[in-house]
């Protein structure tokens, strides 16, 4: 299912503008959005899931724009992994999960046979059977950011945004969640806001890059991959080496 980006434009009152012409997010490819603090990466995710609306433009889902849709028709195509839960709510992996099933319960909140396979298959994608009865608040970072993926596999959408899901873990965590958005790739939009670079290099076929709530480019990153820009973009200096791209602190 792609995502398609016409004309969109949101300002808030600090000063802040995203204003994006033209953009897609293909089916079947993972797109790595990268961009400075501010750039307007979490907003865009935001955007397109339907957490905030634009002021102007029209995001289109398989070509529908999501403004014709309900909020149930939304979150059968598309669903939303934050970056950290603000709170932790007193609740069980599993019934975090059972959250991502509500959209095909028609408002009843009954879940069938089918709404639980896919909630245990989601459990051992992401390794948490173990953990299914486990409160959030009992989770380790790591722990509880595969729940939040793992949330999303569930809901089986076509489309799946992601921010920031590499945040504050060790390299053991990184590594597990990498090879679950791998794994989930097939047939599906994955769209994941990044800052490490060597990350989105390694994992996203498309980058995406974001400054001062505009696009700055968009390149195949396998054939196309070009650090000068990527250096332009953040304004420092990386060295791309054996296929990997690293920071120059000098």
């Given at each position: ?17 995203l ?18 603090n ?5 907003t865009?995710?935001k ?18 724009d ?7 028709e939304?979150?059968?195509c598309i ?16 019934n975090l ?18 709404d ?32 939040l ?13 992601m921010?920031?899901p ?10 597990k ?7 989930i790739?097939m ?11 060597n ?18 480019f ?21 060295r ?11």
């Amino acid at each position: 299912m792609n995502i398609g980006l016409k004309n969109l434009k949101i300002r808030y009152n600090t000063g802040f503008t995203l204003d994006i012409d033209n953009l897609i997010f293909p089916s079947g490819v993972i797109t790595g959005i990268l961009g400075p603090n501010g750039s307007g990466k979490s907003t865009l995710l935001k955007l397109i899931s339907g957490i905030i609306d634009s002021q102007a433009g029209e995001i289109t889902a398989g070509g529908k724009d999501i403004k014709t849709l309900s909020k149930a028709e939304v979150a059968r195509c598309i669903s939303y992994v934050p970056p950290q839960l603000d709170n932790f709510p007193m609740i069980r992996v599993f019934n975090l999960l059972e959250a991502g099933r509500y959209p095909y319960s028609l408002g009843f909140g009954i879940l069938d046979k089918k709404d639980n396979e896919k909630i245990n298959e989601a459990l051992e994608i992401c390794d948490l059977t173990e953990k299914k009865d486990f409160f959030l608040n009992q989770l380790s970072s790591g722990e509880l950011q595969r729940a939040l993926i793992a949330k999303a596999i569930a809901q089986d959408t076509g489309v799946v945004l992601m921010d920031e899901p590499f945040s504050n873990l060790d390299p053991k965590f990184t590594l597990k969640i990498i090879e679950i958005i791998e794994s989930i790739k097939m047939n599906k939009t994955i769209i994941i806001a990044v800052h490490d670079v060597n990350i989105a290099h390694y994992l996203c076929d498309k980058l995406v890059g974001l400054k001062n709530g505009g696009l700055y480019f968009a390149f195949d990153n396998s054939s196309e991959f070009d650090v000068e820009k990527i250096n332009s973009l953040y304004e420092v200096n990386f060295r791309y080496t054996d296929g990997n791209v690293v920071l120059d602190f000098k």
